[in-house]
């Protein structure tokens, strides 16, 4: 089984930075891509930065040059540098993995607890 624990949230006055990571957790699994989702009160969850299994990289167009999406050497902890922030980075922001169980013939996403970024100013 997969954990997936965020850290780094908080509080940030525009034009600062944060750095969100996230770790999955457990044994026997094959990932596939991790990404950042964020989602603001009373709007859809949206796809902020993706990293498949081969180290490319994606990001939604209001992240593009400011935020960074990066991994450990063993793929299993991801990083979101972000920087720039504004007060529209506001939300609580998700760890997505999908992964595949060693036992299982399918990928399944899995989600973190999310870990909230607020920008003020």
């Known amino acids: 089984q997969v954990q997936l624990v965020e850290s780094g949230g908080g509080l940030v006055q525009a034009g600062g930075s944060l750095r969100l990571s996230c770790t999955a957790s457990?044994?026997?699994?094959?990932?596939?891509?991790m990404g950042w989702y964020r989602q603001a009160p009373g709007k859809q969850r949206e796809l902020v930065a993706v990293i498949t299994r081969g180290g490319s990289t994606a990001y939604a167009e209001s992240a593009k040059g400011r935020f960074t999406i990066s991994r450990d050497n063993a793929k299993t902890t991801i990083y979101l540098q972000m920087n720039s922030l504004k007060p529209e980075d506001t939300a609580v922001y998700y760890c997505?993995?999908?992964?595949?169980?060693?036992?299982?013939?399918?990928?399944?996403?899995?989600w973190g607890q999310g870990t909230q970024v607020t920008v003020s100013s």
């Open positions: 997505n993995a999908n992964l595949r169980l060693t036992t299982n013939n399918f990928y399944l996403d899995y």
């Open positions: 457990g044994s026997s699994f094959s990932i596939n891509t």
